[in-house]
């Protein structure tokens, strides 16, 4: 009998969960028999014509990035037949607080999540209920960051954030209880922000000795205005999940027991919807605030749509083929 590979084994239970996903979200809306007859909430509406999201719970697997190497301080996983990828920083006992070794791990998942063509979101999120993330882990602070295991200072969280902000697929910050100093950047720098009703939120850098100056500072102040920013990072005040969406920092606040069923039902909304509209509209959104980067960043997708067109392979052909290129049936749109 034919031997069947792990690999092989994963995607087919990929796809035997894809259908049945689907299956079980035509039955959620054709057994539901009350949408035409739903009232008139906007939502309501929008269901009408694009059927409800399915509610099922959800299936993680374990996943690995392909170094070979185990993960120690996070655990990746993904949703079974979703495009739906979660990234756990798995330091519980030191409220989620972040090493060099932490911040490695978890640039390696996010690699391999952006790699995957399967994987539409990415959940960042905490182990346990009571912190998101507490920051850099300040038992390990010298005089040039935080030592990694060769002893070395690191201030690696500076690359994730970057890594966070150029990967081309929406990353929603899944926060239960704490999220502070460099924990709460982090959550910043994500596209989305669920909280718990247990999350708290704060900058504590000058209180400690540390500040960032880089995202830490300006994408607060966009997010709730130069006022605000201010407060938090001079008074190093803690705000409750309450106040946070009342200043724009969260997207949404919901029961604890609820956080991880809520995100999943966000990530399962963006994933019907065009990946390369959310892809352009993620960096476009970012552009400005990231400069010259940012806009490379844009520039980089329109020079991706763009080889997907006739007029862009007009060019190339004619390079191959060594004649002139013929770009004089392509419109000069007004
Ligand atoms: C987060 C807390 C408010 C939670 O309080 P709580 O009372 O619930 O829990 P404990 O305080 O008892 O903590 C339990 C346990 O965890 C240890 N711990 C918690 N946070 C950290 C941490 N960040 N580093 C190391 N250890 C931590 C704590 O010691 C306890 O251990 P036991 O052995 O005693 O059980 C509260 O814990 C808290 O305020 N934590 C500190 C928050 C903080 O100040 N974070 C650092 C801010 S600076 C930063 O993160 C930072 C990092 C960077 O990499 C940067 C890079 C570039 C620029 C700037 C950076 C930057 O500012």
Redesign the pocket.
């Known amino acids: 009998m034919a031997q069947i590979s792990q690999k092989e084994l994963n995607s087919l239970r990929r796809r035997v969960a894809s259908v049945a996903n689907h299956l079980l979200s035509a039955g959620s809306t054709s057994g539901s028999g009350s949408i035409a007859l739903s009232n008139a909430s906007m939502n309501d509406s929008y269901h009408r014509t694009h059927g409800k999201v399915p509610t099922h719970p959800v299936v993680w697997e374990p996943a690995f990035d392909d170094s070979g190497k185990k993960f120690i301080d996070i655990i990746y996983a993904k949703a079974v037949g979703e495009g739906i990828a979660k990234i756990t920083i798995n330091r519980p006992?030191?409220?989620n607080?972040f090493r060099p070794q932490t911040i490695k791990e978890l640039m390696r998942a996010f690699n391999d999540a952006r790699d995957d063509a399967a994987v539409g979101v990415i959940i960042l999120t905490g182990k346990g209920t009571?912190?998101f993330c507490?920051?850099?882990?300040?038992?390990l602070r010298t005089k040039d960051g935080?030592a990694d295991d060769a002893d070395i200072g690191r201030?690696n969280?500076?690359d994730l954030q970057i890594q966070i902000r150029r990967l081309p697929k929406p990353i929603i910050a899944m926060v239960a209880g704490?999220a502070?100093?460099?924990?709460h950047v982090l959550h910043m720098v994500c596209d989305l922000t669920i909280a718990a009703d247990n999350a708290v939120f704060g900058q504590?850098?000058p209180k400690?000795g540390?500040?960032?100056a880089g995202y830490?500072s300006s994408i607060m102040s966009r997010l709730i205005g130069p006022k605000k920013a201010r407060e938090m990072w001079f008074l190093t005040r803690f705000y409750t999940a309450s106040e946070a969406e009342k200043m724009g920092l969260v997207n949404t606040v919901v029961p604890l027991e609820n956080l991880e069923k809520e995100t999943v039902k966000w990530c399962r909304e963006i994933l019907r919807n065009s990946p390369a509209a959310i892809r352009v509209l993620k960096s476009a959104l970012n552009a400005v605030d990231d400069g010259h980067a940012g806009l490379q960043e844009l520039g980089g997708n329109a020079t991706l749509l763009f080889y997907g067109t006739e007029e862009g392979n007009e060019g190339k052909n004619a390079y191959l083929q060594r004649r002139r290129p013929d770009f004089s049936k392509f419109p000069r749109r007004p």
């Open positions: 006992e030191r409220r607080a009571d912190a507490s920051g850099g882990d300040q038992a935080y201030l969280v500076l704490y502070i100093g460099g924990g504590t850098g400690v540390s500040f960032d830490g």
